[in-house]
């Protein structure tokens, strides 16, 4: 079966244009954000028509306005809709969000990031929920307008509710939804959230015809939270059933798009000037990236192997995020400290900490690094070890085996636990001092596997997974015009 021509509908939390209200006009900037630059193949695919959150008063107005856009994504045609919310209901929401899922997801609960109290967060629960029913609204509305293909695509944490929300009142519509961090086993959610309201979030996304996780370990964990919560729920091998509407669950893991990958040579060549061998790391100061872990592992190496101090530097791109949330703000300034301190350990140029967003710089870096260091505690996916496998020819990975990455890039990166600073000091000497010839092969391996599956490989595979999942439906829509979907996607736990 081939899904329905017409324009898809997409829905993010995140928009992928923003815009900047100058001198009574309104100015358009391509947006930010991993789950943005993903998505843009599904635009050169089919004309979208995409819904996300309205955060500003120049948001507003082009909600209001309905402007359209084109050739901001590779030549494809987008409609953008801004979903206006009210004031606290967006708070509500952005904090259910970024703080009880963000924080619960990825497992990092400890002494300076503590779990909100059950009532706290069944209160916040209910503020996510109306702003869910502003999207769902919202994706009603235009699945009415003429031309609109029935095919809708949630995307992420923020909008677990949204495809129950839109199957209340749309019950053919073909739905898919894809999480972009990790579902964690049922232990880990319930140290910080209480079963009533997991079992409500996995009930919203299995009104889906597809649910979609990064890896083969988030369907797993995903399929047993619905087996311990959802007693009317029968669990298949991939797919799972309640009552007469069954849900394909499968891992697809995101990538990244090579041909528009291009680091600067001049810039490339300026940071190879120096003699001295180069880690790089290019992150938000985000807690589950683990920032001052990896400083303490630099500095560690430099402890146990001081012939290495100074042959050897390290340079952070750390970009401040979430400044508002205090968790992040010590974060940040955590690292600072330790950078600070290991400089003045072992001289001056040391370590170098940008704190600045500087997208042709990253990838030059990335390009130059003799070492590139992912520690993440946590992650879904970490589409910085990809673009550096695709830029570097001489990489030598250390990445962190609770990375989603690492799933696939296992065979050519040096594995390490994140917690653990001595081992992470271990396998950056290693990486540091790999010879050439095990380096070169390492990083053939890397760049030939992300090859293989790119973002044009994810986005295909979204809409094959969800044309089967459409044939085999209780509910059918009326006979249309079809589109067909490029061949090249394989129908298997993992898609790459």
Not at 123 to 140: D, E, K, P, Q, T
Not at 228 to 240: C, F, K, Q, R, Y
Not at 442 to 465: E, I, M, N, P
């Amino acid at each position: 079966m081939t899904l329905p021509a017409g324009r898809d509908l997409l829905i993010s939390n995140r928009a992928p244009i923003a815009f900047i209200d100058h001198a009574g006009s309104l100015r358009a900037s391509r947006g930010a954000g991993g789950v943005v630059t993903a998505l843009r193949d599904l635009v050169r695919l089919a004309p979208v028509t995409w819904l996300a959150s309205a955060t500003s008063t120049a948001d507003l107005r082009a909600a209001r306005m309905r402007l359209e856009h084109g050739g901001l994504f590779g030549g494809g045609r987008l409609a953008l809709r801004p979903v206006p919310l009210a004031r606290e209901r967006a708070e509500a929401h952005r904090e259910f969000a970024d703080r009880i899922l963000w924080f619960a997801q990825h497992g990092i609960w400890d002494r300076r990031i503590r779990p909100e109290a059950p009532d706290r967060v069944r209160w916040l629960l209910a503020g996510y929920r109306i702003a869910s029913r502003a999207f769902a609204n919202a994706a009603v509305s235009e699945s009415h307008r003429p031309g609109h293909s029935g095919t809708t695509l949630v995307h992420d944490y923020q909008l677990y509710l949204v495809p129950r929300l839109i199957r209340e009142r749309l019950p053919g519509a073909a739905l898919a939804h894809f999480t972009h961090i990790p579902w964690p086993p049922l232990t880990r959610w319930l140290a910080a959230v209480p079963p009533d309201v997991v079992a409500q979030l996995a009930a919203g996304m299995l009104a889906a015809d597809v649910v979609h996780f990064q890896t083969k370990a988030s369907v797993e964990s995903f399929a047993a939270c619905v087996d311990a919560l959802l007693p009317d729920a029968e669990v298949g091998d991939g797919w799972i059933r309640r009552g007469r509407h069954r849900t394909l669950v499968r891992a697809r893991p995101v990538s990244i798009d090579p041909r528009a990958l291009r680091a600067r040579p001049a810039l490339i060549e300026r940071l190879r000037a120096d003699p001295r061998r180069l880690v790089v790391r290019v992150d938000r100061a985000d807690p589950i990236k683990n920032v001052p872990a990896g400083f303490l592992a630099f500095e560690r190496m430099l402890e146990l192997r001081r012939d290495l101090v100074g042959t050897v530097r390290f340079r952070a791109r750390i970009i401040p995020t979430r400044m508002s949330m205090p968790e992040y703000a010590a974060e940040l300034e955590l690292a600072r400290t330790i950078a600070r301190r290991i400089d003045e350990r072992f001289g001056a140029g040391t370590v170098e900490m940008v704190e600045r967003a500087d997208r042709p710089r990253a990838l030059a870096e990335l390009a130059a690094a003799d070492v590139v260091l992912v520690n993440s505690r946590a992650d879904g996916m970490n589409l910085v070890a990809k673009e550096a496998a695709v830029l570097n020819p001489r990489l030598a990975l250390v990445l962190s085996r609770r990375t989603g990455a690492y799933e696939e890039l296992a065979d050519g990166s040096i594995g390490i636990d994140p917690a653990d600073i001595e081992g992470t000091a271990g396998a950056l000497a290693r990486a540091v001092e790999m010879p050439e010839p095990e380096r070169a092969a390492r990083a053939t391996s890397l760049h030939r596997k992300v090859l293989s599956w790119t973002s044009s490989d994810w986005v295909r595979a979204q809409l094959d997974d969800l044309a089967e999942a459409r044939a085999d439906a209780d509910v059918r829509r009326p006979a249309q015009p079809t589109r067909g979907h490029p061949p090249g996607s394989v129908i298997v736990a993992r898609g790459a």
